[in-house]
């Protein structure tokens, strides 16, 4: 049972270059997330899916783009990298009950470094 | 606009003392309210969910209470161990525009000392 995960774990990139960030998730839980933390700011939203073809904005998205053909995939995209992007990433998922998601399942992270 | 608050500096505890975390709210009318527990290095890990109806919630060591009408929930951890030190993370449902997420307090380091 691999659960969710990421990859790369570890990336350097520079500035401008577009970056794609990979989450794979074998529950096939309808929510998806992803968050990128940063020292003094804690976990910050970036985007969420409802379910696939449905994507929607969180607090950061400004410089990502995301999208999702299939349930079990949630890939982000930093299509001209910033310095400012430079963070720890997180993916996660969860199930819908109820009408609401709940519980969070968060995969290993990634490192992104943008000189 | 929407604050989640958590005690921004760590918190040292005795081993085999009670620690408790505070996490208060404002703008906020969740549902449900998540604590959640990090290691450095590693992803957040689900602890416990209570929800608005519920005043408290217990798992082995830990308690979580949940007051609406004042904003605030504490987490306990009785009897803490070393294996405890971790930062704790709170976290509130969000309705977006097509569909729900959870946004998270900056959270609180715990450290459990022998």
């Known amino acids: 049972d691999a659960g969710i995960t990421q990859s790369p774990r570890y990336k350097i990139t520079e500035t401008g270059r577009q970056v794609t960030l990979m989450c794979h998730q074998t529950?096939?839980?309808?929510?998806m997330f992803w968050y990128r933390q940063d020292l003094g700011h804690g976990l910050r939203l970036i985007y969420y899916?409802?379910?696939?073809?449905?994507?929607d904005k969180g607090e950061v998205s400004d410089g990502y783009v995301v999208s999702r053909s299939k349930t079990e995939n949630f890939p982000l995209t930093l299509e001209s990298a910033t310095r400012s992007q430079t963070s720890v990433y997180f993916c996660?998922?969860?199930?819908?009950?109820?009408?609401?998601?709940?519980?969070?399942?968060f995969g290993p992270g990634t490192r992104l470094l943008v000189l | 606009s929407q604050k989640i608050e958590q005690n921004s500096e760590a918190l040292n505890i005795q081993e085999g003392k009670t620690a408790t975390l505070t996490c208060n709210y404002t703008?906020?009318?969740?549902?449900?309210l998540q604590w959640y527990r990090q290691d450095p290095g590693r992803g957040p890990v689900f602890l416990l969910l209570?929800?608005?109806?519920?005043k408290e919630k217990r798992k082995e060591r830990l308690k979580v209470t949940f007051d609406t009408t004042l904003k605030q929930s504490l987490f306990h951890i009785t009897a803490s161990q070393p294996a405890d030190s971790a930062t704790y993370l709170c976290?509130?449902?969000?309705?977006?525009?097509?569909?729900?997420?959870?946004?998270f307090g900056k959270g609180t380091s715990l450290l459990v000392t022998p």
């Open positions: 996660a998922s969860s199930e819908q009950l109820a009408g609401l998601q709940e519980t969070q399942y």
């Open positions: 529950w096939s839980h309808s929510y």
């Open positions: 899916s409802a379910a696939a073809d449905i994507t």
């Open positions: 703008n906020y009318s969740p549902a449900y």
């Open positions: 209570i929800r608005e109806n519920e």
């Open positions: 976290a509130l449902d969000i309705t977006g525009s097509r569909g729900y997420a959870l946004n």
